[in-house]
């Protein structure tokens, strides 16, 4: 690619991955089509910047905008019809399987994933931890590759530091799932993997949030969550970005977004189940049991957060883990206004 050109992350047209020679012809000889661009992409070229729709690929320029010096030439939008929502995780995981490795805690949404990509997985959690144990036997019955990370508890707080340097938003969930990627970026890192496919999102999408069951505005509560997820995303690149990885989100692919947001939030969340129409499309893939099973979230399930409590306590701060947390920052340099 000429040295001129910087691209991150991969691009689409029309549903077909382009190559890198096909990106840079298009940057220098067809700058019209880049507009309908789709994928997980930083472009900066002659003066000018892309970034894809949602901004899942970290760069300076605002999310699903072409700007040239100060000036926006266009906005990024495949604009794809809506399809089924099974067929549009189908396509989303395929274009984004060809390398990489999948973050698959056993959820449904990491596992649906992993076994959709059929690529090797990894997990991270302190030895006895909930994530290790449910992982195992759900990539046992899928049939798939998994690596099982131990995290060692007296390495905690040296990457909660590391961390906390680099994520935008500092209070204990955050520090804790920023903290637990850590581990799993770094593993990426180390065995050569770029890319790590991860099920974020799907919460926001579908309604897997255990306040989504007695929320009487569920409609609207889906709605802000879902505009929140910008912070997620800064959050988890940026850890990512330690370690020379980044996260590749199927259910945050515009098709996915498109058939989720058409369908009705009362049918995401009913009669005590949350994420329904994600769990019906995952049944096809794997037993009901795995499907249907609800998942602790990353921060408790790898043992993180409990030890991040620990660690506070033994610090003096017993009623406070955040004080702890900006004890952290200001020892390590970071301000928090």
């Not at 990489?100 to 449904?108: E, I, R, T, Y």
């Not at 759900?138 to 905690?156: M, N, T």
């Not at 593993?187 to 999408?205: K, M, N, S, V």
């Amino acid at each position: 690619m000429d040295p001129s050109i910087r691209a991150l992350g991969w691009a689409e047209l029309d549903g077909r991955r382009l190559t890198s020679a096909e990106v840079e012809a298009l940057l220098l000889q067809d700058q019209e089509k880049i507009t309908r661009l789709g994928g997980e992409f930083f472009l900066e070229w002659d003066g000018c910047k892309a970034r894809d729709h949602f901004g899942i690929m970290a760069g300076d320029c605002p999310p699903g905008v072409m700007v040239c010096g100060d000036k926006v030439k266009g906005e990024i939008d495949p604009n794809y019809p809506v399809m089924s929502l099974g067929d549009a995780i189908e396509i989303a995981v395929r274009l984004r399987s060809d390398a990489g490795v999948v973050a698959m805690s056993g959820g449904v949404d990491s596992a649906l994933v992993a076994r959709l990509a059929g690529r090797e997985c990894v997990v991270v959690g302190i030895e006895g931890s909930h994530d290790l144990l449910h992982a195992k036997e759900v990539a046992e019955d899928l049939g798939l590759a998994l690596s099982r990370v131990l995290i060692d508890p007296g390495s905690i707080e040296d990457r909660l530091r590391q961390v906390l340097l680099v994520i935008p938003k500092i209070d204990p969930v955050n520090a804790s799932i920023a903290t637990t990627l850590n581990y799993v970026t770094e593993w990426a890192g180390l065995h050569g993997y770029q890319r790590i496919l991860a099920g974020q999102g799907a919460d926001e999408l579908f309604g897997g949030y255990s306040r989504y069951l007695q929320t009487e505005t569920l409609a609207q509560d889906l709605e802000k969550d879902f505009l929140g997820l910008s912070i997620q995303l800064a959050r988890d690149q940026a850890v990512a970005a330690l370690h020379g990885a980044y996260f590749s989100l199927p259910y945050m692919d515009v098709r996915v977004v498109a058939a989720a947001l058409s369908i009705p939030a009362g049918e995401k969340v009913c009669q005590g189940v949350r994420k329904k129409p994600l769990r019906e499309v995952a049944e096809r893939y794997m037993p009901s049991a795995i499907a249907q099973y609800e998942k602790k979230a990353m921060q408790y399930g790898s043992g993180v957060m409990k030890e991040i409590q620990r660690l506070a306590n033994r610090k003096g701060f017993k009623k406070s883990v955040q004080d702890y947390l900006l004890r952290l920052c200001k020892e390590e340099g970071r301000e928090i206004g």
